[in-house]
């Protein structure tokens, strides 16, 4: 009798599934709970031409819970929230299913989220009235934050990462002067 695949199995078959894929995808530490993957706004949008960098966090119960998403750089959309980047649960548990993997979160999911915005379950109020009361003002809108957050340079780091990894080199810096000092001085 051949037993069911384990969570654990489903997730590295996801993952590899999605490395082969055409995405661009950036480990974040060791294990397979967290990644980036890069992530272009969907033709016939006013996203398109958007380029972004979506965090993913599996949870351990993956695949019979949806994974966590969050845009990393800015979006302007009803369903995410626009100062943390994440992405309304209860639209991605809506249509969630363990028979969806990780390649249709972004060739599904993610393109249906941005082609058909859900106005009444908002993250970002104003974007969903704007929406809802002047949908030209509301892609206007959107085009600017491709403009100004979602250009391909935009994805290459996180910008609160960049600013961690200097402070570490420098301190890098520090230490390894000392050690080279201390290490001149013993005979």
């Not at 965090?55 to 100062?83: C, Q, T, W």
């Not at 994440?86 to 299913?97: E, R």
């Not at 599904?108 to 379950?121: A, R």
């Not at 085009?143 to 420098?170: F, H, I, N, R």
Request: aromatic share 10%; glycine share 4%.
């Amino acid at each position: 009798m051949k037993k069911m695949s384990s969570p654990t199995k489903r997730r590295e078959m996801d993952w590899m599934k999605l490395m082969m894929s055409d995405y661009k995808v950036e480990m974040i530490n060791d294990g397979l709970q967290e990644f980036y993957v890069e992530f272009n706004g969907p033709k016939d949008s006013p996203y398109h031409g958007g380029v972004w960098k979506i965090r993913v966090e599996l949870p351990d119960a993956y695949p019979y819970k949806s994974p966590s998403i969050g845009f990393v750089n800015k979006i302007y959309h009803p369903n995410v929230d626009e100062m943390s980047g994440s992405v309304c649960l209860d639209v991605i548990n809506q249509t969630w299913s363990p028979m969806f993997d990780l390649v249709n979160v972004f060739e599904v999911f993610l393109p249906q989220l941005l082609l058909y915005p859900n106005p009444s379950d908002p993250l970002n109020g104003e974007a969903a009235a704007i929406m809802m009361r002047d949908r030209t003002a509301y892609e206007q809108r959107v085009k600017e934050y491709c403009e100004k957050y979602a250009k391909p340079e935009d994805v290459g780091a996180a910008p609160e990462e960049k600013s961690s990894d200097e402070e570490l080199s420098e301190d890098d810096y520090a230490a390894s002067d000392d050690e080279e000092i201390a290490g001149k001085a013993d005979p």
